[in-house]
Every structure is written in structure tokens, then in C-alpha cells.
């Protein structure tokens, strides 16, 4: 688990300028779910939006465990999402 986050300051860095400069988005829908309190990741909808073009962004009790936390909202969302 170290591993993934010490590649997201070298590797994933590099890969992600690569994309960028090739214009590489991300082609199928994506759906953004965070936690009311979990204030870190208050721009996670701007930060997705940057990559693909169809983000769907919503929000959820509780903190970092989305599915932990808030169980059936992420449930309702995702059956949501997957159905469109």
C-alpha cells in the first residue's frame, strides 16, 4: 500500500504529464463519491472534471469510507449510475 502512494509522487506524476500533454481524457462516465466531512477531498469533482468529460459528482454521509460508512446511499448511487 506504501508503494501506491510513494509511485503517486514519482511515477504517477510523470505518467500523468504524459497524458496530458497527449490530451488523453477519460472516455466513459465517471461518478465521484465523497463524504460530507471529509474535507481533504472538498475538490474531488473539480480534480475529475479535469480528466474526463461526463463526471457525475455527489456526496455522502460520513468521512474517507464511503461504502463503510455510508452503505446505503453509495448503494442507491451506484445502482443509479450503472443503470443510465
Known amino acids: ?8 509522487f514519482h511515477l504517477d506524476r510523470e505518467h500523468e504529464a ?5 490530451g488523453r481524457r477519460i472516455a466513459c462516465p ?3 463519491v465523497t463524504g ?7 475538490d474531488a ?11 457525475t459528482a455527489a ?3 460520513g468521512g474517507h ?3 463503510e460508512e455510508a452503505p446505503g446511499e453509495v448503494y442507491e ?5 450503472l443503470a443510465d
Open 1 to 8: 500500500m506504501c508503494g501506491d502512494f510513494r509511485a503517486s
Open 18 to 22: 504524459n497524458d496530458r500533454a497527449a
Open 30 to 32: 465517471v461518478l465521484v
Open 36 to 42: 460530507a466531512d471529509e474535507t481533504q477531498l472538498a
Open 45 to 55: 469533482e473539480d480534480v475529475w472534471r479535469a480528466w474526463a468529460d461526463e463526471v
Open 59 to 61: 456526496e455522502v454521509p
Open 65 to 67: 469510507f464511503n461504502p
Open 77 to 81: 448511487l451506484l445502482v443509479g449510475f
